[in-house]
């Protein structure tokens, strides 16, 4: 049998059949379950999304309400959970946080058996629930302040910016986190939702699926790009020094962080809508020097690399909104993972419902045939 081509990165190549989201990377289109991401950010809410994602219909008023009421119950953590995350190093990244603590949140659920539905819908609401409460949590712990146990009158994103901080959140800030949980909440069968999809293939529980996935976006070509995108602005100190900035990037071959896209060869349309909100987010609580460096930054990166479709993916505007809404620089990878977790769990019980375990060729390029030298002799 002729072996078969090596596509590196799996470029292009299907890995499941999935009627979750698509995406066409020449037109900028994204859409969930066959709605437009641009109707969903303007009309719909993060909560009605997940179900959404997860259900595939949008919900009647009845199932609706009863799924946020869900979320709300299960956002809940016990002492003994709580203390797992006060024990995990201060110092240590909010990802690593984040996978080491769903992992121990499914060590204390019963709902680990994705072939009965009862568990499976329990498990899927107690993760999306518990999600910014761990981060939260963790927040919390490593800045020395006591957790904020969360308010069951506020939807997800505003109870997240209310356990951050114990201030009720302004509704403008609110609805931008509210939307850009959105924006975030599935893109196709990118890394992280590959792996969830493979570690679901093995019958893992949804916890170790989504703990596994929380690991794959950590990186900083997939999840980890947001943070990095405003460590790189914050190294800018005004507009004039843009083109430097970059000359100095390309010319030691690296690359300028939130720009770029496997699949997109426009402008992410997930970017012009948080660019949009970004800008009205910066009229209410003022501009700052950052909003113009990132334009202006866009401008010449786009002057340079758009004819190799080169453009701003979501991660370059995400991190200046949450910047803005005061969030920690290293808390912006968790709050992907917070919006994503909905897509991983809608892909983990697609998966499921017609499941064969991931087990891929390989191109083998080694050696064939070799005797064993013992050591003495080597
Ligand atoms: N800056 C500079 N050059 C770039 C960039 C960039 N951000 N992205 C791609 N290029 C260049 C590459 O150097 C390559 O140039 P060459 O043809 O001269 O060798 C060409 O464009 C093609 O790039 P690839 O790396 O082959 O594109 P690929 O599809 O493999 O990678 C990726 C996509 C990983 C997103 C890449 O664009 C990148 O590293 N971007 C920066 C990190 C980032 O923003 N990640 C977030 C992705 S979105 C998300 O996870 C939500």
Do not use: C
């Amino acid at each position: 049998m002729a072996t078969p081509e090596l596509v590196p990165g799996l470029a292009g190549i299907p890995a499941a059949e999935s009627s979750i989201s698509y995406i066409d990377g020449q037109k900028g289109l994204l859409a969930y379950r066959g709605y437009s991401i641009e109707e969903l950010a303007e009309k719909s809410n993060f909560e009605e999304v997940s179900r959404l994602l997860v259900h595939g219909e949008l919900p009647t008023p009845e199932e609706h309400e009863r799924f946020s009421a869900l979320l709300r119950e299960n956002r809940g953590l016990s002492e003994r959970m709580l203390d797992v995350i006060r024990a995990l190093p201060g110092n240590g990244h909010p990802m690593d946080a984040l996978q080491a603590s769903m992992a121990a949140l499914g060590m204390f659920s019963r709902a680990r058996d994705y072939r009965d539905p009862a568990q499976r819908d329990e498990a899927i609401v107690r993760i999306i629930g518990a999600m910014p409460v761990l981060v939260a949590a963790f927040e919390r712990f490593r800045s020395g302040e006591d957790f904020i146990p969360p308010d069951p009158s506020l939807d997800t994103a505003a109870n997240f910016l209310w356990m951050l901080t114990g201030e009720k959140p302004d509704p403008l800030a609110a609805r931008v986190l509210d939307v850009a949980l959105i924006l975030h909440a599935d893109h196709t069968m990118n890394a992280s939702t590959f792996t969830a999809r493979v570690v679901g293939s093995t019958e893992a529980d949804p916890f170790t699926v989504v703990a596994s996935a929380v690991g794959s976006l950590t990186g900083p070509l997939h999840g980890g790009a947001n943070e990095r995108v405003l460590r790189d602005l914050e190294t800018v100190s005004g507009v004039e020094e843009v083109p430097d900035f970059v000359e100095g990037r390309l010319a030691t071959k690296g690359k300028l962080m939130g720009f770029g896209h496997r699949v997109y060869k426009v402008k992410d349309p997930r970017a012009v809508i948080l660019q949009g909100l970004a800008r009205e987010l910066f009229e209410k609580l003022g501009r700052t020097p950052l909003y113009d460096v990132a334009v202006r930054l866009e401008e010449e990166v786009v002057s340079r690399l758009g004819h190799k479709g080169i453009h701003p993916n979501v991660d370059f505007y995400s991190g200046f909104v949450y910047s803005k809404l005061g969030i920690p620089v290293d808390d912006f990878t968790p709050i992907f993972a917070i919006a994503r977790t909905s897509g991983w769990l809608a892909h983990w019980r697609e998966q499921m419902q017609d499941n064969r375990i991931f087990r891929p060729g390989q191109v083998y390029s080694g050696e064939h045939g070799r005797s064993y030298v013992p050591i003495d002799q080597r």
